[in-house]
T-cell receptor, first 109, second 116 residues
Framework: RKEVEQDPGPFNVPEGATVAFNCTYS??????FFWYRQDCRKEPKLLMS???SGNEDGRFTAQLNRASQYISLLIRDSKLSDSATYLC??????????FGGGTRVLVKP | GAGVSQTPSNKVTEKGKYVELRCDPI?????LYWYRQSLGQGPEFLIY????????DSGLPNDRFFAVRPEGSVSTLKIQRTERGDSAVYLC??????????????FGEGSRLTVL
């Protein structure tokens, strides 16, 4: 089983709609979780961090389910500019961040 | 500049050649990472430096790959006897310290390597 698994998508989302997708992780020792956003042919950038059960930042909500070992990201009122690949990054001990393969989201007018 | 700088941005080489990729991290960042990203995949960890020393090189695929950071700032990723399978975008990232509780790595724009 891969350390981090994500549905590659793409998730085709009408502008203004809500989209949610999950990331499963295999290391039960993971304590911190991060979502990075990567635009096409650009570098990844941190979107949000999750240390407890979840986090909310504007239209973005991350929820952590430790029992089932997955973390989700929900985007409300999708904008065209939300089109990107979203990378899930769980962190266990140490300073090595293992990235998932990413979920591609395409927001369409 | 204020961000992570990587050179060259693009490198085309022939199979069997030697390649060096350079990373200049954000000033004051003690931790430096190298990742490799192939098309449609997430970044794959290669090596992590804390200061001048390689704290974790478990991601280097084989002994053709080597990285240095002699003065604790600029780092060079060296690839010997390149193979077509080495073609990818090589991403460098830095963070303020080795404590990644904030999880924030600052990435450069990457060096796109193409091995013909």
């Amino acid at each position: 089983r891969k350390e981090v698994e994500q549905d590659p998508g793409p998730f085709n989302v009408p502008e203004g709609a809500t989209v949610a997708f999950n990331c499963t992780y295999s290391n039960s020792a993971s304590q911190s979780f991060f979502w990075y956003r990567q635009d096409c042919r650009k570098e990844p950038k941190l979107l949000m961090s999750v240390y407890s059960s979840g986090n909310e930042d504007g239209r973005f909500t991350a929820q952590l389910n430790r029992a089932s070992q997955y973390i989700s990201l929900l985007i409300r009122d999708s904008k065209l500019s939300d089109s990107a690949t979203y990378l899930c990054v769980p962190q266990a001990a140490g300073n090595k961040l293992t990235f998932g393969g990413g979920t591609r989201v395409l927001v369409k007018p | 500049g204020a961000g992570v700088s990587q050179t060259p941005s693009n490198k085309v080489t022939e199979k069997g050649k030697y390649v060096e990729l350079r990373c200049d991290p954000i000033s004051g960042h003690t931790a430096l990472y190298w990742y490799r990203q192939s098309l449609g995949q997430g970044p794959e960890f290669l090596i992590y430096f804390q200061g001048t020393g390689a704290a974790d090189d478990s991601g280097l695929p084989n002994d053709r790959f080597f990285a240095v950071r002699p003065e604790g700032s600029v780092s060079t990723l060296k690839i010997q006897r390149t193979e077509r399978g080495d073609s990818a975008v090589y991403l460098c990232a830095s963070s303020l310290s080795g404590n990644l509780n904030t999880g924030e790595l600052f990435f450069g724009e990457g060096s796109r390597l193409t091995v013909l």
